[in-house]
């Protein structure tokens, strides 16, 4: 039992699932390469947006033959752009376990109206990923943000299926191994496990999701922002940095002072292992105690990016109530920011385990979560 606060600190308390840590390194001065003040269509600006889709496909080591765009409206601008573009050519398949998920299946079934079977799990729980029809368009969520609950592998996606599959992997992208061949439009933002700024989306299509864009038009009207096509032909230019509207430099710069960071640290593999230990650490400290315990049913599907914790101690008579009071402790100590569960989540709290974040505050948090608790129960 800790009833007396612990010595040791995190040095960085911001455990925040989007956005998340800056990268260790990060310096506001590191930014002063940044073209501002001049335009993003100028050969400086367009050599910055290139160098961020070439380095994005590098460290994430995407085929050379899929396309990297870097579109408007962070990961959600990306996604519904695919969606509004690609799907009602065939039935799809909407497959939800949490929050965000949820929005997409609302997205296809209440606005885009298409036909849709919808398959969908309770917060901790995941849907049975073999079980889908492949030969519709699949849309789903790598890595469930608000459950923390992720898909463990690709195997069971067909390689020769008929459908798209779409994924968003926001919360997955540069902290779990993405099986390309199987993603025919993964989405994600950098503001989730590189800890750059929100504002841009980046949308990576397979071949096959090409070939759709080039031979399907949907049957409903797309504004500006969402259109990936002119005269039936991709436009090839968002994929070299040529932006459908004007993006943030700024932004622009820090992702790729992340981006050079994660380089810097073994790329994809260092990132994966940072995201590891941090998320290893906190199921240890879990492991260890009766009063807490992950969300993910299956630990095989625990997230290691965002770590959604439940108490479960039999004193607790108002969870959400007890959750939030922990949260509110550890932050007003300064040793926890922004580790309260996502608000259409079950109680409870969800610390972000992504690669900017250190092993070693992870550590020094969790003695103090344990104080948080004995004092709120004591309380
Ligand atoms: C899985 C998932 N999808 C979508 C979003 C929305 O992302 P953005 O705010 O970048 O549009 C989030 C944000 O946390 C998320 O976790």
């Given at each position: ?50 160098e ?30 695919a ?75 067909p ?31 950098w ?76 790329g ?28 993910a ?59 900017t ?13 344990e ?9």
């Amino acid at each position: 039992m800790v009833t007396t606060k612990p010595a040791a600190r995190p040095d960085n308390p911001r455990f925040s699932s989007g956005p998340c840590a800056k990268p260790p390194v990060w310096k506001l001065d590191a930014l002063s390469d940044a073209p501002l003040g001049r335009s993003h269509r100028a050969a400086v600006g367009k050599a910055k947006l290139a160098e961020a889709i070439d380095l994005t496909r590098e460290v994430l080591g995407v085929p050379a033959d899929y396309r990297i765009g870097i579109v408007p409206a962070s990961d959600t601008g990306a996604f519904e752009m695919a969606m509004w573009s690609l799907l009602g050519e065939r039935p799809a398949q909407m497959v939800a376990w949490e929050s965000f998920g949820a929005g997409w299946v609302t997205d296809v079934v209440k606005q885009l109206k298409i036909e849709a079977t919808t398959h969908t799990a309770e917060y901790g729980e995941i849907v049975d990923m073999a079980a889908l029809n492949y030969d519709n368009d699949v849309c789903f969520t790598w890595n469930g943000t608000t459950s923390g609950v992720r898909v463990v592998s690709g195997d069971v996606i067909p390689a020769d299926r008929a459908g798209l599959t779409l994924c968003d992997a926001t919360s997955a992208a540069f902290a779990q191994d993405l099986p390309w061949d199987k993603l025919d439009v993964t989405t994600f933002s950098w503001q989730k496990v590189m800890g750059g700024e929100a504002a841009h989306g980046m949308l990576i299509l397979s071949p096959r999701a090409v070939e759709r864009l080039e031979s399907y038009t949907p049957a409903w009207p797309l504004p500006k922002i969402f259109r990936l096509t002119k005269g039936g032909k991709l436009i090839e230019g968002i994929f070299r940095g040529e932006t459908i509207n004007t993006p943030s430099m700024l932004a622009v710069e820090d992702y790729l002072v992340a981006l050079k960071w994660g380089r810097s640290i073994g790329g994809l593999d260092g990132l994966m292992h940072r995201a590891n230990a941090n998320a290893r650490a906190i199921w240890n400290f879990c492991a260890d105690k009766p009063w807490i315990a992950n969300l993910a049913v299956d630990p095989a599907t625990r997230s290691n990016t965002s770590v959604c914790l439940k108490f479960t101690d039999d004193r607790i008579t108002d969870g959400a109530a007890f959750a939030k009071a922990v949260a509110k402790r550890l932050e007003a100590e300064g040793i926890a920011l922004d580790i309260g569960a996502y608000r259409d989540a079950p109680a409870g709290l969800r610390i972000w385990c992504g690669a900017t974040v250190e092993t070693s505050d992870i550590e020094a948090m969790l003695p103090w979560l344990e104080w948080a608790f004995e004092a709120e129960i004591n309380a």
